[in-house]
Structures are given as structure tokens and as C-alpha cells.
């Protein structure tokens, strides 16, 4: 049974700056929410609420997101809006969030390797904030009953151009199912005309507790970094691993274009915003 969620939050985002100078990434809004709420949804209509938050200094604002603020509550209470009231209790009542501070920017490994007081000896999911994935049945929720079904870690992939393979981890892989997919081998950024193929692994994983040890003496790779890619290369050689080329929009919040893209799409999903961006669109165009 797959019952916790690690979320690493403790990047800078200097892709983002200096928005990000003072406010984390991972707090900046697709329309009215912040994008990592939306990570946070996906996690519990996949039927999980412990969630394990990866934070680093001056991220404490997202902890606070998910926390109860009487004062506002008290407030909008007694001006008697109560649809609004409703919406910012909902965010403090849907998960219990558990943060653990990663202390130095020791890599994606590193941040997961971080969570393993907490997860102790079972399967969870990771979920990269950076990611958001928009579908009507969760990506997390499919690849848990793939993991449930197969017995074996599962990584998110999509189809990426050929000129875009060196910004992700690319998989090597035999196709064994629909969608799914049984990793040979993953190399992490492959340098320009080496991937192995172009299937890219996008921020989702379920992870079984056997990645500990693994990460705890991978070295240092790409960047200097310890890489979760390098971490499931070695258990790959052990168990098997699996990657679920899922259905569905991927935007890179983290991304200005990938943000922007984001935004434009949720914004176009609501009833209210919808009419006004779409004549915009049209002008502009
Ligand atoms: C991370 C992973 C990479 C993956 C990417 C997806 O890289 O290391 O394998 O393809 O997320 O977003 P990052 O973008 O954090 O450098």
C-alpha cells in the first residue's frame, strides 16, 4: 500500500529569478492557486494524505500555505463570506503535511534519501512541484495500481522532441504493456545525440523503500549532484522498474514558457475567466 508522498520544494528556482528571491517557486499562482497546491490535490484524489514536504531555508511560506490562519478564517467569518471561508479551510484540512529540511543543495537523490526517517520501510510516491500534470484521472492515482500490478517501481515518461532530450533523465526501455514499459537503462541529461531514445521522465515516482540504502551511497553525478536517475539505475540491476508513458498535458511550472503555457490552459478551463482570455487570444493573434 502505497499511504505517503514525498514532495522535494528545497531548489532555489533560480530559473525564476529574482521573482523567486523572496517567495518560493513553488508559491507562485496558476490563476488563483499557488502551483504546488495543485500537486498537493493530485496527491489526495490519489487517496494519500500523509505527505512529506522537502523544504530548504526561506521556503517556511508553503508550510504556512498549508497550515490553518485563524485570523482569516475569524475574519471571513464575520464579514460572512463564506464560499471564500470554505476554500482556504479546505487547503489546511486535506493533507497532513510533515516538512523536513534538507540542508544543503545536495540534489534530487539527496532530497528524497532526506525523507526516509518518515517513510521508513514502505512504497511512496514522489512528485516533482515543477510538474504539474493535468488529467482527469491522477497520474499519481494510475501508477500506483501499476506499481500495485506489476510489483515494481514506476517512472513517469512522455515523448519529447529529439533536440529537448539533454533537459531530462531519458529512459532506455522495452515496451511490455500498454503504456508501460520495462527500463533497461536511464542516463540523466544526456549531452546533445546520445540519448538512448526520447522517452523523458517527468516528476513522478513510485518508489519502494529499497531506494534508501541506494541513494545512501550513490556518489555524486551529473552537476555534482546526487541524481535519483542514477539511484534507479542501480536498483534497476536488482529489481525491476518500470516507466508509465501517461496520457494527458505536462506543463514545467518551473519553466517561464512552461508557466506562462500553464496558466493560459487552467485559466481556459474557468467558467469565468474563459470567454475574457479566449477574445484576448484572438485580438492578439
Ligand atoms: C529532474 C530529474 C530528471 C527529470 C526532470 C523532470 O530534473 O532529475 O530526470 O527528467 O526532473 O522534470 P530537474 O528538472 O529537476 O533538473
Redesign the pocket.
Known amino acids: 500500500m502505497v499511504t505517503k508522498a514525498l514532495i522535494p520544494a528545497a531548489g532555489l528556482g533560480t530559473r525564476f529569478l529574482p521573482a523567486s528571491k523572496a517567495i518560493p517557486k513553488e508559491l507562485f499562482p496558476i490563476v488563483d492557486k499557488p502551483s504546488i497546491q495543485y500537486i498537493v490535490e493530485e496527491i489526495v484524489a490519489s487517496g494519500i494524505r500523509d505527505i512529506i514536504l522537502i523544504t530548504g531555508r526561506g521556503k517556511s511560506a508553503i508550510k504556512d500555505h498549508f497550515d490553518t490562519s485563524y485570523e482569516l478564517e475569524d475574519l471571513l467569518d464575520k464579514q460572512g463570506k463564506k464560499d471564500v471561508l470554505e476554500t482556504v479551510r479546505k487547503i489546511s484540512h486535506m493533507a497532513n503535511i510533515i516538512s523536513v529540511r534538507q540542508k544543503a543543495p545536495r540534489g ?1 537523490g539527496h532530497a528524497i534519501l532526506c525523507g526516509r526517517p518518515v517513510i521508513g520501510n514502505e512504497p511512496f510516491a514522489v512528485l ?1 512541484p ?2 504539474l500534470i493535468d488529467q482527469e484521472i491522477p497520474c499519481t492515482k494510475q501508477m500506483i495500481d501499476l506499481f500495485e500490478k506489476h510489483q515494481g517501481a514506476m517512472i513517469a515518461v512522455t515523448k519529447v522532441a529529439k533536440e529537448n532530450t539533454h533537459l ?2 531519458i529512459i532506455d526501455a522495452k515496451e511490455v504493456g500498454e503504456r508501460v514499459y520495462r527500463i533497461k537503462n536511464m542516463v ?1 541529461k544526456p549531452p546533445p545525440g546520445t540519448a538512448p531514445s526520447n522517452l ?4 513522478r515516482y513510485i518508489l519502494p523503500p529499497e531506494i534508501f540504502p541506494i541513494l545512501e551511497k550513490l556518489p555524486p553525478g551529473r552537476g555534482g549532484e546526487i ?3 542514477d539511484g534507479l539505475v542501480e536498483l534497476a540491476k536488482r529489481a525491476p522498474v518500470y516507466a508509465f508513458e501517461f496520457p494527458g498535458y505536462r506543463y ?1 511550472a ?1 519553466d517561464k514558457f512552461g508557466f506562462l503555457q500553464a496558466n493560459i490552459m487552467y485559466a481556459l478551463k474557468d467558467p469565468d475567466l474563459a470567454p475574457r482570455l479566449r477574445r484576448l487570444l484572438k485580438e492578439i493573434s
Do not use: C, S
Open positions: 534530487l516533482l515543477d510538474d531530462y533523465g540523466e523523458a521522465i517527468i516528476g541524481q535519483i536517475t514545467d518551473g
